[in-house]
């Protein structure tokens, strides 16, 4: 479980890297500069770990392209000390670049292949967050309300669960569709009124319902 100098030196070209794809907020570029993302995939691919590619994880999912890592914490636009929840932990990856943001991160993964993989692995690289093996359509009504929401798996249609759960101000991201997905904004205006903003095509596996063991 090293973190070489090499390792630190592949990550500064991904940085600059994500900054000529457009990726501007300084603290999402400084996270994805530090977080270690070769610890979180298969050790076979650890010399592509800081090319801008989407990998297989284990249970038939993968980990995101960096650069949807980055342009999708970025539209959440949180501050150090919120609370974000994240539908599908897969590797760890994403939820490890919020938590090394300062942001508290409520990560929720339906199979359990994975989550009894990831949880042990974020707590020994030291990230602490609140990990549950569940359905992220149904978010998490216990810890609710959040300042943002990011969904990592392509929903079919926005959940109504996930609205409810945003707070007044907040973010929801979430790619929608089938085969290919749109990345949307859902920018909760007030307690009744949500502004959707669309951006550009992303590919993500989907998001589906209820737990698989
Ligand atoms: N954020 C992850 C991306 C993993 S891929 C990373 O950085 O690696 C998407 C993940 O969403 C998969 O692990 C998949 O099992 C999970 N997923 C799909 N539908 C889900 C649901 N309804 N609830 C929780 N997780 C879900």
Do not use: C
């Not at 090499?6 to 940085?15: A, Q, W």
């Not at 994240?86 to 292949?113: D, P, W």
């Not at 609710?144 to 996930?162: M, S």
């Amino acid at each position: 479980m090293a973190d070489l100098a090499r390792h630190r030196g592949m990550r500064n070209k991904l940085v600059r890297l994500l900054i000529d794809k457009g990726i501007r907020d300084k603290e999402v570029l400084k996270a994805i500069g530090a977080v270690p993302r070769h610890l979180f995939i298969d050790s076979s691919f650890e010399e592509f770990a800081y090319q801008d590619k989407a990998f297989p994880i284990a249970a038939g999912q993968t980990i995101s392209q960096p650069y949807t890592v980055a342009f999708q914490s970025e539209k959440l636009a949180l501050k150090p000390g919120q609370k974000v929840l994240e539908v599908g932990t897969g590797s760890g990856y994403q939820a490890a670049v919020l938590a090394q943001m300062g942001i508290k991160v409520y990560s929720i993964e339906r199979q359990k292949e994975l989550f009894d993989a990831t949880k042990p692995l974020l707590s020994k690289l030291g990230y602490k967050l609140y990990m549950k093996y569940g359905d992220g359509y149904a978010g998490l009504p216990n810890h609710a309300p959040f300042d943002g929401i990011i969904v990592t798996a392509g929903a079919p249609e926005i959940p109504k669960a996930l609205l409810e759960q945003l707070k007044p101000g907040g973010n929801l991201v979430i790619p929608v569709g089938r085969e290919v997905q749109k990345m949307k904004v859902v920018k909760r205006k007030s307690e009744t009124d949500f502004e959707v903003k669309d951006y550009g095509d992303f590919r993500f596996v989907p998001m589906l319902h209820d737990r698989n063991a």
